[in-house]
């Protein structure tokens, strides 16, 4: 099973469309899917800051700032 992962911020309305695409997709197909918020400080806001949000599918970014539906069902369908 795939394992996704969304870095994410409060206020970030690219990380709310990226999550309803991930949540839509999740009826769909068989995936595992985590959240996690990188904050306003620390190591993962250096790390993610201008990028979220980020998507990561197995332990590989796979998408940042925009994620289109049909490329995230290509690359879980592998």
């Given at each position: 099973m795939h ?6 911020r409060d ?47 197995d332990g ?19």
């Open positions: 394992q996704v992962v969304l870095y994410t206020g970030c309305s690219l990380c709310v469309t990226a999550k309803a695409v991930i949540l839509a997709l999740r009826r769909e197909l068989d995936f595992a899917f985590s959240e996690v918020d990188i904050g306003f400080s620390g190591e993962l806001y250096e790390d993610y800051k201008h990028d979220i949000p980020v998507i990561e599918i590989k970014r796979a998408f940042k700032h925009r994620v289109e539906a049909g490329e995230l069902t290509k690359r879980l369908s592998r």
